[in-house]
């Protein structure tokens, strides 16, 4: 029985990776990378992923898609964890958590970026209906299972014209992108206040759902994450912005160009460079989430 079980756990499992690859496939152009789908050699390998994981992704995508964003691989990635942990007998209050956190830290985020661009003049983002707490306006696919995966990732970029923007355009740009950042580290406050005063207790324990403790740590938890990982000053997140609004000329210049290095500089440091990423991230979040909530 444990040999089957961990067979379909493992099936299971190769059919998530499937799902994030499609996803991540679907991706590359936007990095500049061409992709053949008639490629003799990995058209093929396209075509099989894509046969393989449409027949469960296409029922979701009828009622989770908004405009031209499909969130049925994050709906599927949900529900394979889900049934892999209740086979296995394991917790996924912790998961659920993540989940939940997610949408709202990711939000809340946006949202930010979209209210303080309105408020310094440029509408954009508000006549593209991105001034809205509406989760599905804001959640980016493979950003969204990056987290689920990883414990980060983002969401879908607010857009902003820095020519509707008043005052020095640098500068109002690096405010709305350090508008988004300083939105999680107030969420991570918010939550870590009930944490440190004590005030909530765990009234149950389930494998299932998160008691409220757990619910409010693991929210701490993934805003500081965010915090910290969008402020990397490399494009494009959030901190490349802000490093552009305070580098005096000529040194500005030359920092951007690098903007257009920057998803691919990105994905070596988070694959490739995790003693580095562990240093630039994990080891501030350990350090500020242990001072908000006092321990």
Known sequence: MTLFIDLIVGILEIYKWLVLIRVLISWLPMLGFHID????TYGQIILFIHKITEPVLAPFRSFIRVGTMDFSPIIVFILITFVQNVIQGNDISETIAFAISLVIAFTVHEFAHAWTAYKLGDSTAKDLGRLT???RKHLDVIGSLMVLVFHFGWAKPVPVNPHYLRGDTRVSMAIVAAAGPLSNFVLACIAAIPLRLGVVEVFYTTPFFPNPVQLLYVFVFLNVIL???NLIPIAPLDGFKVVQGLLPYPAVEKFSRLESAGPII???L???GGS???ALIMTP????????IGI
């Open 37 to 40: 789908p008639y490629h003799p």
């Open 133 to 135: 707490l509406d989760p």
């Open 227 to 229: 915090l910290f990982f």
């Open 266 to 268: 990105l994905l070596l």
């Open 270 to 272: 988070v694959f490739v």
């Open 276 to 278: 580095v990423f562990t």
């Open 285 to 292: 979040t350990e350090w500020l989430v242990g001072l908000l």
